[in-house]
């Protein structure tokens, strides 16, 4: 039997598998310009109705746009889009448009709309490279330390055609991105 030994508690929320690392495209209302930001804090919180919840710093542009759009997308990307994910979560929306057309191949992402979120004056858009993407509308903030914990109702859901099946999602057909820090991730692609 292993001896126990502490760990700092500054790393411990490493220790929890919290779900895939998730893109959250938005409609910067103010940039008048579709937004994207890298999410590893998130999950799913309630059934019926359909409910997710994301951990996003209280500074972040996707926070602003949310609050003033009351929209989101939730967009799951898979392992061969990684340089693009590292990108959108090292750069700030208010400094550089994440979906602008000269991007490097690598860090190209393409915003497509979304089935529920699209009208004249509010473009919340899905993302063509991610696998599932659950539109949301804004249900609830609840204020965590520095961070807000952002409550979204799913009123609509789509995904790469062969993925999703009466199972569920198939994980060993395109696994997810679990981010374990920096610019570390890990798949987790067996199933058992």
């Known amino acids: 039997m292993a001896n126990k030994v502490e760990i700092p508690l500054a790393g ?29 804090w998130n999950m799913p919180c309630n059934r019926d109705p359909p ?9 972040q542009t ?25 990108y959108v ?11 602008a057309a000269d991007l490097p191949a690598e860090k190209k992402l393409t915003p497509i709309p979304s089935k529920a979120l699209w009208d004249e004056k509010v473009r919340v858009p899905r993302i063509q490279e991610c696998m599932v993407h659950l539109e949301c509308e804004l249900e609830q903030e609840v204020p965590v330390g520095a961070a807000i914990i952002v409550i979204g109702r799913v009123v ?18 395109l696994p997810m991105l679990h981010h374990a820090g ?11």
């Open 12 to 40: 411990i929320h490493r220790t929890i598998n919290h779900g895939p690392c998730v893109l959250v495209s938005t409609y910067d209302h103010i940039r008048e310009r579709p937004n994207v930001m890298a999410v590893a």
């Open 182 to 192: 920096g610019a570390k991730f890990y798949t987790a692609v067996k199933s058992h």
């Open 89 to 99: 979560g090292s750069v700030h929306g208010r400094d550089a448009d994440k979906f």
């Open 51 to 59: 409910m997710v919840a994301l951990t996003i710093g209280a500074s």
């Open 156 to 173: 609509a859901a789509s995904a790469d055609e062969g993925l999703y099946g009466a199972d569920g999602y198939d994980q060993e057909a």
């Open 62 to 86: 996707t926070l602003e746009s949310i609050r003033g759009t009351r929209k989101f997308c939730v967009n799951v990307p898979q392992e061969n889009i990684k340089p693009a994910v590292l």
